[in-house]
């Protein structure tokens, strides 16, 4: 099993910058792909930022320029940097790892989420 610890969220103001972790613990053996998807009140998780292998990043285009996914393979840690965050970026925010546990088994795994408030 892999479990996915996310820290890093919080008010912050318009204009504002975040940095959501995701540490990723257990029996991994690779971790493939990576993803942020987020949730506002009275609507659907959305992708926010993906990293694939082989297939570099994606954006959702309401965050493209502002918003920064990376990793970390020798931490098992996923990172979005969030800057000139806007109300409409408030939501709670989840990590989404696809990752193998053997050579052969692989699954994706969630986060528990992260709140983001962005309000003056």
């Known amino acids: 099993q892999v479990q996915l610890v996310e820290s890093g969220g919080g008010l912050v103001q318009p204009g504002g910058s975040l940095r959501l972790t995701c540490a990723a613990s257990g029996s991994i053996f690779s971790i493939v792909d990576t993803g942020w998807y987020r949730q506002a009140p009275g609507k659907q998780r959305e992708l926010v930022a993906s990293?694939?292998?082989?297939?570099?990043?994606n954006y959702a285009d309401s965050v493209k320029g502002r918003f920064s996914i990376s990793r970390d393979n020798a931490k098992n840690t996923v990172y979005l940097q969030m800057n000139s965050l806007k109300p409409e970026d408030t939501a709670v925010y989840y990590c989404?790892?696809?990752?193998?546990?053997?050579?052969?088994?692989?699954?994706?795994?969630w986060g528990q989420g992260t709140q983001v408030t962005v309000s003056s």
């Open positions: 990293q694939n292998s082989g297939h570099g990043t």
């Open positions: 989404n790892v696809r990752a193998y546990t053997s050579p052969r088994s692989w699954d994706d795994y």
